[in-house]
T-cell receptor, first 111, second 113 residues
Framework: NAGVTQTPKFRVLKTGQSMTLLCAQD?????MYWYRQDPGMGLRLIHY???????AKGEVPDGYNVSRLKKQNFLLGLESAAPSQTSVYFC??????????FGQGTRLTVV | SQQGEEDPQALSIQEGENATMNCSYK?????LQWYRQNSGRGLVHLIL?????REKHSGRLRVTLDTSKKSSSLLITASRAADTASYFC?????????????FGKGITLSVRP
């Protein structure tokens, strides 16, 4: 019973490099979300999706892109990483009107 | 700016005491949810209250919602050292075809044995 799985769990990038974070859920959830968590800032919504093929911007979308080509996967891309994107990234999924299930997080450091 | 704001930012209590945490939000919501996060881990859902509900219970948890004041409170009764964690409120807001779930900055709860 995997739930929400994020890969990778840790990553160090150099400034200007690109990478993709993968979120996979096996609960057939419609909604998926990407958040970043920084000390003292709580969780801030980056992008989200309410269904396959749809995406929408959250509170802090700049510097990130997302895709939801399959219902079970939600990809978060950083085209040109910056030190300000050093953070812990969380993915979550849920059914409409219900609670969210979270992955264990990806700790990203940009040097 | 973030939709939910928790209060206080930090709370330290003795084991066995009750812990009360508050959340205020800005716009109309579909439901409000409380989550817990242990250090370095993902968030775990605790309780959900819909906009047409005023109070819900789950074990030692009691949550209230006052939509006229745009506020919610989470009460943990008879706290235990294992309740030490960060607690977040999240609001689900429907905007047309989309549904945001936005979080506050969280409350750090320390329960002293």
């Amino acid at each position: 019973n995997a739930g929400v799985t994020q890969t990778p769990k840790f990553r160090v990038l150099k400034t200007g490099q690109s990478m993709t974070l993968l979120c996979a859920q096996d609960m057939n959830h419609e909604y998926m979300y990407w958040y970043r968590q920084d000390p003292g800032m709580g969780l801030r919504l980056i992008h989200y999706s309410v269904g396959e093929g749809t995406t929408a911007k959250g509170e802090v979308p700049d510097g990130y892109n997302v895709s939801r080509l399959k219902k079970q996967n939600f990809l978060l891309g950083l085209e040109s990483a910056a030190p300000s994107q050093t953070s812990v990234y969380f993915c979550a999924s849920r059914f409409p009107g219900l609670e969210a299930f979270f992955g264990q997080g990806t700790r990203l450091t940009v040097v | 700016s973030q939709q939910g704001e928790e209060d206080p930012q930090a709370l330290s209590i003795q084991e066995g005491e009750n812990a009360t945490m508050n959340c205020s939000y800005k716009t109309s919501i579909n439901n409000l949810q409380w989550y817990r996060q242990n250090s370095g881990r993902g968030l775990v859902h605790l309780i959900l209250i819909r906009s047409n509900e005023r109070e819900k219970h789950s074990g030692r948890l009691r949550v209230t919602l006052d939509t006229s004041k745009k506020s919610s409170s989470l009460l943990i009764t008879a706290s235990r050292a294992a309740d030490t964690a960060s607690y977040f409120c999240a609001t689900a807001v429907y905007t047309g075809a989309n549904s945001k779930l936005t979080f506050g900055k969280g409350i750090t709860l320390s329960v002293r044995p």
